[in-house]
């Protein structure tokens, strides 16, 4: 029944260190998203990606990249983690058009130390 | 800038009591509004969309353009609504903008 997969539940890292987040749908979705929730800033758009190949960026995209080979893997990267970037990143995806029903992954809590 | 206000971080009340978590949306367009829930160790889930004018899991929301708003009401608050609520509008195309959430703790 799972429909977005985010690899890694918790991830512990150190500073400085590359980091890859990564996320599969299986529903054919043309729409993903990364985000970062932390509370009392609620939910805050990293990137999105429309298409293979097509990145936007989103409110916080600073100290981030994303990688989008194949339709249905959507990767989040960190190019030298540092310790404010320990977060919750959420993943999700929608249909083209119909973008606003997202399906989201069950995230995976970050810790940089 | 487009901006989604839920006022309260927690609203806390018994069982059976009236809910009602609020949301303010920047005016732009006719954006599309939505609610969002995260009950504990779940992944966050799509509640309901104004568009639908549907009724889930008891809770209703209706929009009303002129004081921006689209909050959230449930007669009867149930021990199980205790969860993360997250109010969203849309903005360009396919993207939306989250609030920061209210907790809702219902008590026994």
């Known amino acids: 029944d799972v429909k977005v997969t985010q690899s890694s539940r918790y991830l512990v890292k150190r500073t400085g260190e590359k980091v890859f987040l990564e996320c599969v749908q299986d529903?054919?979705?043309?729409?993903m998203f990364w985000y970062r929730q932390d509370p009392g800033l609620g939910l805050r758009l990293i990137y999105f990606?429309?298409?293979?190949?097509?990145?936007e960026k989103g409110d916080i995209p600073e100290g981030y990249s994303v990688s989008r080979e194949k339709k249905e893997r959507f990767s989040l990267i960190l190019e030298s983690a540092s310790t404010n970037q320990t977060s919750m990143y959420l993943c999700?995806?929608?249909?083209?058009?119909?973008?606003?029903?997202?399906?989201f992954g069950s995230g995976t809590r970050l810790t940089v130390v | 800038a487009q901006r989604v206000t839920q006022p309260e971080k927690l609203l806390s009340v018994f069982k059976g009591a009236p809910v009602e978590l609020k949301c303010n949306y920047s005016y732009s367009g006719s954006p599309e509004l939505f609610w969002y829930v995260q009950y504990s160790r779940q992944r966050l889930q799509l509640l309901l969309r104004h568009i639908s004018r549907e009724s889930i899991k008891g809770f209703t929301a209706d929009l009303n353009k002129g004081e921006t708003s689209f909050h959230l009401k449930k007669p009867f608050a149930q021990e199980e609504d205790s969860a993360m609520y997250y109010c969203?509008?849309?903005?360009?195309?396919?993207?939306?903008?989250f609030g920061t959430g209210t907790r809702l703790q219902v008590f026994p």
């Open positions: 529903m054919d979705h043309e729409n």
């Open positions: 999700a995806s929608s249909l083209l058009g119909d973008g606003y029903g997202y399906t």
């Open positions: 969203a509008r849309s903005y360009n195309t396919d993207k939306l903008i």
């Open positions: 990606s429309y298409d293979v190949k097509m990145k």
